[in-house]
């Protein structure tokens, strides 16, 4: 948890003004679930990707949500949802930037990537201008987590394929080239094949979850190739047991997780609390500085 200055929620005429709990930091690990041990797994994201792949049901969504709801609420960070599904990370779009949360619509889509394209590349002419070559926390500059439920329905499902290619290759230029600059994106997808997730995309995500898988192909797509010859592979998962999964760093050796799940209510009730802290945070940064949130990206 981040020390924050205290936030005073004014809710309304005839209500007394609410101060508001404390909030996380995106520079924070981020709580995933247990180990076999029982332990706690959290992952460092900032200056990292991660991908999520399984068959349907393994887990993904739950999954990019518990993320989601750490990233919600991490004041340092914005946030944009792209959701194929709508309903999968529909409940965090009063948390998203504005104009940042995009349903099932290619051509939407397409075009908030590109506006990130254009942020990422402004971000490096300012870090370059400073001789510095990454973000750091208190930076004027935030985070911004990416997540995507789900790729395969971006790049290969709808639309033209003129567009879905655009859309490849954005997202391939986000994570190659957008951690220095803070952005994290957390992609999922159901189809681990290699027309979704080529080894050369595959290798640009530093942290790599394996659901339930339908093969062991498919187990290595997500986690690299090889893995499941030396035992490691997601097809042995039961599927009576979801949100099982391999999880695997860069460099490192595939482990056992199960993730931590929220439930809708749950869900719904961070993600309220969450945008309240964010709308508050904005709203008292607006009258600090005169400024709107994300001018210093704009400028
Ligand atoms: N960590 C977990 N603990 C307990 N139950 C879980 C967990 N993760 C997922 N589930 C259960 O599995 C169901 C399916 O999970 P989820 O929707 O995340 O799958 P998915 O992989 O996204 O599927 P799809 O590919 O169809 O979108 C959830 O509705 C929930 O009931
Ligand atoms: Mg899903």
Not at 140 to 162: L, R
Not at 210 to 229: E, F, K, P, Y
Not at 251 to 271: E, F, S, W
Request: aromatic share 6%; net charge neutral.
């Amino acid at each position: 948890m981040t020390a924050m200055p205290t936030l005073v929620a004014d809710t309304g005429p005839g209500s007394q003004p609410v101060t508001l709990g404390p909030v996380l930091s995106i520079f924070d690990p981020v709580h995933i679930g247990i180990d076999e041990f029982g332990q706690p797994v959290r992952v460092p994201l900032i200056y990292r990707n991660m991908l999520i792949g399984g068959e349907p049901g393994a887990g993904k969504s739950a999954l990019l949500n518990a993320v989601v709801a750490h990233a919600a609420l991490s004041l340092d960070c914005r946030l944009v949802l792209l959701d194929g599904k709508l309903v999968e990370l529909g409940q965090w779009r009063a948390c998203a930037e504005p104009g940042g949360f995009v349903g099932p619509d290619l051509d939407a889509a397409n075009k908030l990537l590109k506006r990130l394209q254009i942020m990422m590349d402004r971000r490096y002419a300012y870090l370059v201008d400073c001789e510095r070559r990454k973000v750091a926390a208190g930076d004027a500059f935030m985070p911004y987590v990416v997540a995507i439920d789900e790729i395969a329905y971006f790049s290969a499902t709808v639309g033209k394929k003129q567009d879905r290619e655009e859309f490849a290759a954005l997202l391939r230029d986000l994570v190659a080239r957008g951690r220095a600059v803070g952005i994290i994106v957390i992609a999922a997808t159901q189809r681990p094949s290699s027309d979704i997730i080529p080894t050369s995309l595959r290798d640009l995500f530093a942290w790599r979850f394996a659901g339930r898988c339908t093969s062991h192909s498919s187990s290595d797509i997500v986690l690299g190739h090889g893995w499941a010859q030396q035992g490691w592979t997601a097809n042995s998962i039961s599927p009576t047991n979801p949100g099982v999964g391999l999880l695997i760093a860069e460099g490192g050796t595939p482990q056992l997780v199960k993730t931590a799940y929220l439930d809708d209510a749950t869900c719904a009730a961070i993600a309220r609390y969450a945008a309240t802290l964010r709308t508050t945070v904005n709203r008292q940064a607006a009258t600090d500085t005169g400024q709107q949130p994300g001018a210093a990206d704009a400028a």
